[in-house]
C-alpha cells in the first residue's frame, strides 16, 4: 500500500489535551483569538503569558507512537519527532524558551503615570524610567538591526546591531558579551551623533542613555562599567568602519588609532540581527547554544512566542 500524508494523518492522531477545569482558576484566554483587541491582532500581544497555558502538541505516548511508525516508514519522517519529546519535558519542567526572552512591560512592570513607547516584543516600556525586568533580547536585537550607524551616511546599509557583534569579537573574550550590548540602550533610545551628545545641549539625554544602560547591566549581570577593552575596541572599529564604508574621507576627520587588518561587509538587517542573535546565544548559553539559536530561527518574527 503507498503511504501518504494523508494516511499519516488517518494513523497517527495528535489532539491538543484539553485541562481540567479548575473552579478557581483564572479563565483560559485564546491566545489565537482576535476579539480582545480586534483588527486581526491576536490576543498573545497583549498577554504573552496566555501561550504558557498550551500544552505540547502531543504526549510522551503519541510521540513513542509516532517514532514506531516513522521508524517503519523513514521516507515520511519529515521532523524528528525527539523535538516534541523535548518540548513535552520542557513544559513538564515549567520551562519556556531563553529566560532572556521573559519579562514584565505587558499587564505589569511599567509605570502607567510615565511616558512610554511600545518595543517590537509588544512591551509597554518607560524609556525615561526603564525597569531592568522589562528588557527582553528581542527587543535589543531588532531595532538595533534596523538602526543604520552614521545617521545613515554610509555608502550601504550598515546596522548597530553588525557592529556590536564586531566590537564583541574585538575585544577581551571575558568582556563579549559588555562589547555585544554596549549601545543596546540605542534600542530604547536611538543613536544620536555624537556631535549633538557633545553640544552641551543634550544633558538630558546623556543622563537617560546612562540610566538605560545601566539597567540593561543589571539585566544581563554586567558591571556598570564599561571595560577598556570595549572602549579600545569600539575605537578601531569607528577607524575601519571609516574606511571601508564612508565615501571618501574629509582631510580634517583624523583617526586616532589605525584600522584593523580587515575589510567590513555590510550586512543586510536580517542577517544582522540573526548575526546578533547567534553571538548571544554563543555568550549567554554555552553547549545550549545552537538549540537556541534554531529555536529563535524558528520563531524571529512572532516575538512573543520565543
Not at 101 to 125: C, H, L, M, N, P
Not at 236 to 260: C, F, G, K, N, Y
Request: glycine fraction near 4%; aromatic fraction near 10%; charge should be negative.
Amino acid at each position: 500500500m503507498k503511504n501518504t500524508r494523508s494516511s499519516v494523518k488517518k494513523e497517527v492522531r495528535i489532539e491538543v489535551q484539553a485541562a481540567s477545569a479548575q473552579p478557581d482558576a483564572k479563565p483560559r484566554v485564546d491566545p489565537f483569538d482576535t476579539t480582545l483587541l480586534g483588527t486581526g491582532i491576536p490576543n498573545y500581544v497583549v498577554d504573552p503569558s496566555c501561550l504558557d497555558a498550551l500544552p505540547p502538541l502531543a504526549t510522551l505516548d503519541e510521540i513513542e507512537a509516532m517514532n514506531k511508525f516513522y521508524n517503519e516508514h523513514p521516507v515520511l519522517h519529515k521532523e524528528t519527532t525527539e523535538e516534541l519529546a523535548e518540548q513535552h519535558r520542557r513544559h513538564a519542567r515549567g520551562e519556556t524558551g531563553n529566560v532572556f526572552y521573559q519579562g514584565t512591560g505587558v499587564d505589569k512592570g511599567f509605570d502607567k503615570e510615565a511616558a512610554w513607547i511600545q518595543t517590537y516584543s509588544g512591551r509597554r516600556f518607560n524609556p525615561t524610567n526603564p525597569n531592568p525586568d522589562a528588557i527582553v533580547i528581542q527587543d535589543i536585537a531588532h531595532p538595533l538591526s534596523m538602526q543604520c550607524r552614521f545617521t545613515g551616511h554610509t555608502k550601504k546599509f550598515y546596522s548597530v546591531a553588525q557592529h556590536s557583534v564586531l566590537v564583541s569579537y574585538i575585544c577581551d573574550s571575558n568582556d563579549a558579551l559588555w562589547g555585544l550590548l554596549h549601545d543596546a540602550s540605542e534600542a530604547y533610545l536611538v543613536d544620536v551623533p555624537r556631535p549633538l551628545k557633545r553640544s552641551g545641549k543634550f544633558e538630558a539625554y546623556l543622563e537617560f542613555e546612562a540610566q538605560m544602560q545601566e539597567a540593561i547591566c543589571k539585566r544581563f549581570g554586567l558591571p556598570l562599567k564599561e571595560p577598556p577593552s570595549v572602549k579600545k575596541a569600539d575605537t578601531q572599529l569607528l577607524a575601519t568602519e571609516a574606511r571601508d564604508l564612508m565615501s571618501p574621507l574629509h582631510p580634517d576627520w583624523v583617526q586616532r588609532v589605525d584600522p584593523l587588518p580587515f575589510l567590513i561587509e555590510a550586512w543586510d538587517h536580517n542577517k544582522a540581527k540573526d548575526m546578533f542573535m547567534k553571538r548571544f546565544f554563543e555568550l549567554t548559553c554555552g553547549d545550549s547554544a545552537n538549540s537556541h539559536y534554531q529555536h529563535y530561527i524558528r520563531y524571529k518574527d512572532q516575538p512573543s512566542m520565543i
